[in-house]
């Protein structure tokens, strides 16, 4: 389902001398569906970037980083959009929102891109913010106001609320309390288990061992730290 | 006869003018530009019409003035006194002797016959200039018939008065093409745009004529659900007992006494010399 | 599938200034596209060649029509380049008293492109008007109100309601936000989001304001003396801009 191949990354920076930093070289990774692999290594290595290479929001310099059947690396913007709605969720670590648009709405969007009708899509909205205590007196509420763990909440819930077939998830249990970490695990056992392909970063090392079917250390595509 | 030439104008001018309406009879509607004259009489008062007329009288015709349907106000008197000195014409008050007839915010009720032409005084005669100040803007518009701006005028009154409230200078769209101002007549006499004369419009100081050949279709612009309306005010003449002609209401006295009577002061005249009477007729007479 | 509109080789001089030069992308239906770039940087030169207020010196800009198919919009007649100016395409001023008639009533202002179409049912089009304010989020009772009387992003949400009621498929944005208190703004931002995905717009947004592009634009487009540098999917031009202008204009912004 996501099937990175002999990627390479480096920041080239025109305003201060045009120095280039290398930050990948060589990073390849197969996810199938139903398979959660966690990305380790340590701060600065790259997991980051390379989720975010796989997510269309940094250029790969080279190679091939294909998720369904559609190279992210050379697709239009256009493609990746229509991936980015149908195929491929990304739970970020920040939530990025228009401010003034109520949580119940921010959670309902990716159902509504794909086509599903308000009612239901609301519904379900409100369903997942429940599982996750978000209380309802929140929803009509602009998360831009919450605190950071019921944003962090509010994003899992708009990344799990489509049954994306291909999910990124970066830090997803960050700043959770053990009943919502609890939750957010479950969430992802149902995503593998309805055949979701999932890359993660896990800080939280029993988390990671509990969803993970294994894991990659990214620093083996780090330049210069490679062994 | 006198020092002026005929009907004032050198013959070069009358025959730019004549131009100009015959460019606007071959193209009803369409407001054809011409270099309008100083004329010894300001701006305001038909210098616009004052030129087509003289551009149109010739020594055998007979003239008639109206300012807003009467022959005896002092704007119809000294044009008709400017034709007679200027162009000897003979000139009378009756319509139906008239070839030319000049007027100012009427059109007479006795209908009008080919032979007789009828000459508008025009003040503005860009029916879109209040909605879209741009001359460039507003030729554009026609050439290209982009008439959705004009409705937006009579929504704006139906949304401020319930109804169309435009009562004179109602828009026409002449021969299914141009947009035009009838001029500030009462919209009562839209209806009778469709005649047997000629009618031509003259705005002097906008500098544009423009004309309605005889029989050609006017049609006044409305909506579905609020057409148009002929409307007058609900009487009758208080010297003659016409209920079909356009009324003037006249305030009598500080009780607020108040009369109608026929604003075609030769209609009314003609109605009670062949023995109509009014509510008020023998009141007024004695 | 046929891109909505083609642009193809845009050029456009002002005496020896370059305004644009060879500008060419291809938009398809329901995307949204952002330029960016700083003030003199031929954004606007380009958004007015395209929307037809302005000749180009050289290219085509193709427009996929209704009736024809693609046709190219810059030597096609005076008269239907202004008809599809007031029905497929809609053009939103930075000012919105550029884009209103500020004499006449709101709903006047909504009506005026329907019955540039021929409706003539006042009824009918009082109707949308009032389905319209309401969309734009402006109380129905102010219908009759004039612009004049109205806050800056009321004016602004008028002039969207105005564009949008015939249901154009391609709207032209210039700096649609500018000018307003970023409260408003924020507003405005996201009625526009909604209105474009409820309606399936395409939309093509100049602005300077990369906040802006970052909450509407699917895709970017970073102009510098005329030329575009640099394109690609808005998050990833903003992220990891590639050109060094765009590098320069996105660690420019100030972080809040």
Known sequence: ?227 | MNEYNFAYLDEQTKRMIRRAILKGLAIPGYQVPFASREMPMPYGWGTGGVQVSAATLTPDDTFKVIDQGADDTTNAVSIRKFFEKTAGVETTEETYRATVIQTRHRIPEAKLRDDQILVYQVPIPEPLRFLEPRETETRKMHSLEEYGLIHVKLYEDISQHGAIATSYAYPVKVSDRYVMDPSPIPKFDNPKLEMDAIQLFGAGREQRIYAVPPHTKVVSLDFEDYPFEASKANHACDLCGAEDSYLDEVIMDDAGNRMFVCSDTDYCRSRRAAGHVGRLAEENAA | MTPLLQVKGIDKHYGARIGCMDVSFDLYPGEVMGIVGESGSGKSTLLNCMAGHLIPDAGQVIFDTRAEGPVDTVTMSEPERRMLSRTDWAFVHQHARDGLRMSVSAGGNIGERLMAVGDRHYGDIRDKAIDWLGRVEIDVTRVDDRPMAFSGGMQQRLQIARNLVTGPRLVFMDEPTGGLDVSVQARLLDLLRGLVREMGLSAIIVTHDLAVVRLLADRLMVMKDGHVVETGLTDQVLDDPQHAYTQLLVSSVLQV
């Open chain 1, 1 to 227: 389902m996501i099937n990175v191949k002999n990627v390479s990354k480096s920041f080239t920076l025109h305003n201060q001398g045009s120095a280039v930093i290398p930050v990948m070289d060589g990073a390849s990774l197969q996810v199938s569906p139903g398979e959660c692999v966690a990305l380790t290594g340590a701060s600065g290595a790259g997991k980051s970037t390379l989720m975010r290479v796989i997510y269309g929001n940094y250029l790969a310099a080279s190679g091939q980083v294909v998720v369904g059947d559609l190279d992210v690396a050379r697709a239009e913007p256009r493609e990746i959009i229509a991936l980015r709605r149908d195929t491929l969720g990304y739970v970020s670590q920040f939530l990025r929102v228009v401010p003034r648009v109520p949580t119940l709405d921010v959670v309902a969007e990716p159902l509504l891109a794909v086509g599903h009708d308000r009612q239901a899509a609301m519904d379900k909205a409100a369903d997942i913010l429940e599982r996750l205590n978000i209380p309802e007196r929140l929803w009509s509420l602009s998360p831009t106001t919450f605190s950071g763990g019921e944003q962090q909440r509010v994003n899992i819930a708009r990344g799990f609320v489509h049954h994306y077939p291909a999910m990124l998830l970066d830090e997803p249990t960050a700043s959770l309390d053990a009943r919502n970490r609890e939750t957010v695990l479950s969430l992802i056992e149902e995503a593998k288990q309805r055949g979701a392909a999932i890359v993660g970063i896990f800080h939280d090392a029993e988390a990671r061992e509990r969803v993970s079917d294994r894991e990659v250390d990214v620093s083996q595509f780090t330049p210069g730290l490679a062994a």
